[in-house]
């Protein structure tokens, strides 16, 4: 794995640990806070970004990926 990706992942688990901890209720938990944050518009887009980054570290296919394969399969470009 290299460095760029391993920071990248790291960066992206921390923000989503902070944007967690910034939303959060007196009244909640961080676990409740952070499965209300990954509702989010923010919340999933930052899953996006770790997911994408945990498939390149991988090669498994990413988000991107995956879009393209199914604009080709649907005839588009």
Known sequence: ???SLSNNRAEAERN???YARTIRKDSE???QAYARA???DLGRSMIKI???TVAHQTGA???EDIAKAR????GGH
Do not use: A, C, K, Q
């Open 16 to 18: 989503l640990d902070n």
């Open 29 to 31: 938990t961080y676990e």
């Open 71 to 74: 604009r080709t399969l649907m």
């Open 50 to 52: 770790l997911d994408d």
């Open 61 to 63: 296919p990413t988000s």
């Open 38 to 40: 990954m509702g989010t």
């Open 1 to 3: 794995m290299s460095i």
